[in-house]
């Protein structure tokens, strides 16, 4: 680990003052899950890392209305047991349950849970965010790629989207607070998430100098679930999942969002399988239906095809624990 | 000299009963500590450069800026300018620093130039090989061509086995000073009396100067024997730093990179059999590799080695990765592997339960009697007859896609017990003292040492002390092929009774007897047939004036007389449940029936079988090293991508061991690897079962799972 200046600030305007302006500069510890591995195997060198964890402001679970604030250190652990979280939000619950580590849920945060790094194992192995040799040759699509995208896989990224929480985040229509020194402003979870073009850049829209401070649920009338296909019961990174939240007319569906994990650089709107399921029931057969939708687009690498059919039984099983939820 | 056996199975007080683990305590409170707790004073931290390529020629390396750091008392070259390094991680250069930053980050000062050479990391797909594959002489038995003309059935499948590492929590490595010609070493060893002679040798100092100790290790499995060149190093660093104590320990990634790993086997099978399961032609063609070195041909058939009519062939393959070491009862994993996995596809052929089959060929073992009572009890506790359908034919169970399938896998081994000395103490207050120089590697030596001394001597386990892991006590095998409880056992049965003895004879005229007519028995010496006349312990160790007895015991592998042997086999079975939409293993349930000789305490044997069920299932389920080809990387060097089974996955093990008089009479036999063999075949089988299709690779993730049930649909 390189050594590194280690700030400990009380509040918000404090903490974002001390950010950098480019990328490298300045890390944000919170839990530490993520940025400590990093930072051991020099892949982030940050002159200063800033402790956002003492700051009150940034903890908490609070129910307005219809609305959830969820600060950006609360834990996954808080998350998993909140109350109005179980209850309105499943989708967001069973995402947080998937971290199946107690000590990770401990320790990671919900902020931490969004802005973590990729597990691409090139790049965790040097071959920077894009998995590239010196020469700038993209070394995942002719090589060990059987954890990489299956959907936006076009290049140059090809590894998938790390965050357990971000797929339920966009099925929920869920907004990202962002605070830099010159203000604040709220970002779609949809639009938080991005695939970056060249290595440099990063897979969030959060600027340099920005922190994230909440994230807000809007409505609680929906129905929830999200699916995770893992190879362990214990930790272990799913290899495809589904978060789906579907607006319900008795038993027919109004309007559906379904969003996939782990399966693209980006948590990934299956926007077609959404507009196909409006005004119809989800019976096994439809699901199944929408589960093959989901996956039209797909565009598997030399060793991932099976990634797509997980993809479809994600939807598929989630779609059905949703529709057969009680709020 | 007097004559040495184990007491009737019937009059024993302590050995066979289940009995709490003697460290159990101090290992789940933290309070034991390991060779890598401990902090001798002025002890400095040791770091290791690794080679980031899998094949170059290092052109220049300098050193001086790290030298030059504050904090850094030395550093040395490993690998010097010139030389060749063949994988990654090979060891580079070290560091000896105040602290462990420093001495990373050193390292990182460390300038090295590498020429990249030519790689070849995976040795899956033989025809890509090349001149990196080294063919052994074909090994032809019988006339394998007329047989499998005359055959009523062949079956033929290709089947493999990927390399894994032994994942020891405690990596390698040691803390070690070198002052002068002594040297003190904190090693993580399975091999406490010879590893210092081992040092020694690199050091060029006599093996009696270097002093080992190690109360606890964190797993070797076959790993842990030697000194190894970090280890070395570290010395080396330590008399260059002015005889201050260094520590060394490998960080995860460097573990699993170049610590030992188990070899990997491919092979092309085709068996014959008759209509009636009667096996009549085995052919294989195998490949393997353990690094540069190749990988040496599993022993097929496995078990069932009187087939008639044999063909072997088996090519080594020499990949850029590091080096393989002994991996629980090496090769025979694989064996089992590859040997039960075509016999139940051979079965599925014939449409046959593959227990029927199993015992149709038993003829063909070395313990034919054995295995057909271990496969009928473990088809008891499995209820094979009433729970197992042909492949494929099981009716969905819960979830529509879910189908569950059972499957079976045998093994054997050897298990004799190393050479072992024991010196018991017994003081005039009537303390008494055992020391042996042998290691406990979590498998229960300690506790079992003290059953044996305990029911020797009359006294409770409590009464006894024991003093290990060091090597000054009188010395001890390694800790390696099943040999320790073998060793001991007997070693410690010899020097206690000679001990005993020597009081019967101080304390027979008091008790108005001869020293023969005297039993050790619930804490007193009595005399047999009178038990009125006797004495407590105490009273009667005092009879020793100011003489402590001191005497001891050894075990000779040549002259086990009746107190060990060798040679068992298991029978192992899986209960699965398959998720056929997703490819996903679930493991319902594991049986284990395994015969021991003598088994001396019960709950350690079946905690040893709990934990190679456990190390088994991990490997059928999701270990395997992922080399690239383009980079020459260990792509999975961590423990995030190279999967683990936690808890959940690991479903209920039920445990038989065969204890029977007739076992009971063969002595003590080691346990240590034979059920970790078997665990992988069966569990393939069961998938097969399961699902109506060979998964022919393991581990059986989930993208194989699916790649053979679309291969069935195709």
Redesign the interface.
């Known amino acids: 680990m390189q050594a590194f200046e280690y700030a400990n600030p009380a509040t918000v305007r404090d903490a974002v003052g001390m950010l950098g302006t480019k990328w490298g500069e300045v890390d944000v510890l919170a839990g530490g899950t993520d940025l400590l591995s990093l930072m051991k195997e020099h892949i982030e060198t940050p002159r200063r890392v800033v402790n956002i964890k003492n700051i009150k402001e940034l903890g908490g679970i609070k129910k307005h209305g219809t609305e959830v604030r969820i600060g950006a250190t609360v834990t996954l652990d808080e998350l998993e047991r909140n109350a109005d979280i179980r209850r309105y939000f499943p989708v967001l619950a069973e995402a947080a349950r998937g971290v199946s580590s107690p000590q990770m849920r401990n320790m990671g945060t919900v902020a931490g849970d969004l802005c973590q790094r990729p597990r691409c194992w090139y790049y965790r192995n040097g071959f920077g965010l894009l998995g590239q040799d010196k020469d700038g040759k993209a070394l995942i699509p002719g090589g060990e790629n059987k954890f990489h995208a299956i959907l936006g896989n076009g290049g140059p990224a090809y590894f998938v989207s790390a965050s357990s929480l971000g797929p339920a985040l966009v099925a929920l229509g869920a907004k990202i607070w962002l605070v830099s020194p010159s203000g604040s402003r709220a970002v779609d979870a949809a639009k938080f998430f991005v695939t970056p073009q060249n290595a440099g850049s990063r897979e969030i829209a959060l600027l340099p100098n920005e922190l994230v401070t909440e994230v807000v649920l809007p409505s609680t009338d929906t129905h929830s679930a999200t699916y995770e296909v893992r190879q362990k019961e214990a930790l272990d990174w799913p290899l495809a999942t589904a978060s789906v939240v579907l607006n319900m007319a008795g038993d027919t569906v109004s309007s559906a969002r379904i969003v996939l994990g782990h399966v693209a650089p980006t948590p990934w709107v299956a926007a077609d399988a959404q507009a196909a399921l409006s005004g119809r029931a989800v019976t096994q057969a439809v699901a199944s239906e929408i589960g093959k939708a989901a996956l039209e687009d797909a565009t598997p690498l030399s060793q991932n095809r099976y990634k797509v059919q997980l993809a479809r039984v994600a939807v598929k099983r989630a779609l059905l624990m949703a529709a057969a939820g009680k709020i | 000299m007097p004559e040495y056996s184990w007491p009737p199975m019937d009059e024993r007080r302590v050995i066979g009963k289940p009995t709490k683990r003697r460290d159990g305590l101090e290992k789940s409170t933290g309070r034991a500590k390991y060779s890598s707790d401990q902090k001798p004073p002025g002890m400095l931290f040791g770091a290791l450069l690794t080679s ?1 390529y899998a094949h170059a020629r290092i052109t220049s390396i300098d050193t001086s800026e790290a030298e030059h750091m504050q904090g850094v008392t030395a550093v040395r070259v490993m690998t010097a300018a010139g030389k060749e390094v063949q994988w990654e991680g090979a060891e580079i250069a070290t560091v000896a620093a105040v602290t462990e ?1 420093i001495a ?2 050193a390292l ?1 000062k460390i300038k090295v130039q590498y020429e990249l050479l030519p790689h070849l990391v995976r040795e899956e797909d033989l025809v890509k090989a090349g001149n990196r594959a080294k063919p052994a002489g074909e090994q032809v038995t019988g006339d394998p061509d007329k047989a499998f003309q005359e055959a009523d059935a062949v079956i033929e499948g290709s089947y493999g086995i990927p390399v894994i590492t032994h994942c020891c929590l405690e990596p390698h490595g040691n803390i070690v000073q070198f002052a002068g010609d002594k040297v003190n070493l904190w090693p993580s060893t399975q091999n406490v009396s010879a590893i210092g002679g081992d040092l020694g040798k690199s050091l060029e100092v006599p093996a009696a100067n270097v002093h080992v100790q190690m109360q606890y290790i964190g797993g070797g499995f076959g790993s842990k024997f030697a000194a190894d060149s970090w280890g070395v190093e570290a010395a080396r660093l330590s008399k260059a730093s002015g005889g201050k104590p260094v520590k060394m320990y490998l960080d995860r990634a460097t573990e699993l990179k170049i610590a030992g790993n188990r070899p990997s086997a491919f092979a092309n099978i085709k068996v014959a059999a008759k209509k009636d399961g009667t096996i009549t032609a085995w052919q294989s063609a195998s490949w393997a590799t353990g690094g540069m070195g190749g990988g040496g041909m599993p022993p097929l058939p496995y078990v069932f080695t009187g087939i008639p009519n044999v063909r072997l062939n088996h090519t080594a393959v020499a990949v850029n990765a590091g080096g393989a070491r002994a991996w629980r009862a090496p090769n025979h994993p694989q064996a089992s592997f590859l040997t039960c996995s075509a016999l139940e596809d051979l079965a599925a052929k014939l449409r046959m339960d593959p227990l029927e089959l199993f015992n149709k060929n038993l003829g063909y073992t070395a313990r034919e009697a054995t295995y057909k009572a271990q496969l009928q009890k473990a088809a008891e506790i499995m209820e094979w007859q009433k729970r197992w359908h042909p492949r494929g034919e099981g009716a969905s169970s819960g979830h529509s896609s879910v189908k569950q399938g059972l499957g079976l896998a045998i093994n054997t081994w050897g298990g004799g017990g190393h050479a072992s000395q024991c010196r018991t103490t017994i003081n005039p207050d009537g303390s008494v003292v055992l020391e042996i120089g042998t290691q406990d590697l979590g498998t229960g030596t300690r506790t079992a040492i003290v059953m044996v001394a305990a029911e020797t001597l009359g006294l409770p386990l409590g009464a006894i002390t024991l003093r290990i892991g060091d090597s000054d006590y009188p010395p001890d095998g390694a800790s390696g092929g099943s040999t320790t409880i073998g060793g001991v056992s007997p070693s410690t049965l010899k020097s206690t009774t000679n001990a005993r003895n020597k009081l019967f004879a101080a304390v027979a005229p008091a008790l108005g007897a001869t020293p023969d007519q005297l039993a050790a028995v619930d804490g007193r010496i009595q005399v047999k047939d009178n038990p009125s006349k006797s004495l407590p312990w105490q009273d009667a160790c005092r009879k020793l004036g100011t003489n402590k007895i001191s005497e001891m015991g050894e075990n000779n592998p040549r002259q086990p007389g009746g107190l060990m042997s060798q040679g068992v086999g298991g029978i192992q079975m899986a209960d699965v449940s398959v998720d056929t ?4 293993v ?1 493991m319902n349930k594991f049986v284990a029936v395994q015969d021991c000789g003598l088994v001396v305490n019960p709950w350690l044997a079946e905690s040893q079988i709990h934990g190679a069920a456990i190390m088994g299932i991990c490997a059928a ?2 270990e395997e090293r ?1 080399m ?4 020459g ?1 260990y ?2 060097a ?1 423990m ?2 190279y ?1 683990l ?5 690991i479903g209920e093990i039920v445990v038989h061991m065969d204890i029977t008089p007739e076992n009971d009479k063969r002595g003590v036999i080691g346990l240590g690897e034979p059920p970790a063999i078997g665990v992988i075949a069966c569990i393939g089988n069961a998938v097969a079962n399961a699902i109506g299709v060979r998964v022919t690779h393991v581990p059986l ?3 194989r799972v ?2 053979a049930l679309e291969g069935r649909n195709a």
């Open positions: 980031p930053e990373n980050d990182r939409e997703t490819g996903i679930k389920l999701f992922v690239d080809e383009q980079t990387k792509l999975n961590d995030e991508f999967k089974a936690g808890i959940a996955d993730t989930a993208d699916l790649a």
